[in-house]
Nanobody, 126 residues
Framework: VQLQASGGGSVQAGGSLRISCTAS????????TGWFRQAPGKEREFVAA???????VYVDSVKGRFTVSRDNAENTVYLQMNSLKPEDTAVYYC?????????????????????WGKGTQVTVSS
């Protein structure tokens, strides 16, 4: 499966943005899909994920502000980001793995997903 993130941009603090992850290939509905981000000078971090049953998980710093969802007919996973803060500024990446229940999940984050797309820049100004 090939992934492409899109929809990034610049927004003021308190604003909203929705980014998309569109997949090519079949059976995307059966994939666990996660969002990750990397800010300048920092390590990449897990943000949110949605599995094939539409169960979702979030890192604590975005709970209540971000929502991950999927449209299987469009082969797309979305990340709706509200109440954005300058510290949300980063390149956002989507990643996916076949949802066989074996994806590494510990420390409140998914790790080592198999397929990655190029990122999309999100910039939040104060």
């Amino acid at each position: 499966v090939q992934l492409q993130a899109s929809g990034g941009g610049s927004v003021q603090a308190g604003g909203s943005l929705r980014i998309s992850c569109t997949a090519s290939g079949r059976h995307f509905s059966n994939y666990l899909t996660g969002w990750f981000r990397q800010a300048p000078g920092k390590e990449r971090e897990f943000v949110a994920a949605i599995n094939s049953k539409r169960a979702t998980v979030y890192v604590d710093s975005v709970k209540g502000r971000f929502t991950v969802s999927r449209d299987n007919a469009e082969n797309t996973v979305y990340l709706q980001m509200n109440s954005l803060k300058p510290e949300d500024t980063a390149v956002y990446y989507c990643a996916a793995s076949w949802d066989d229940g074996k994806s590494a999940y510990f420390g409140g984050a998914y790790h080592n997903l198999d397929y990655w797309g190029k990122g999309t820049q999100v910039t939040v100004s104060s």
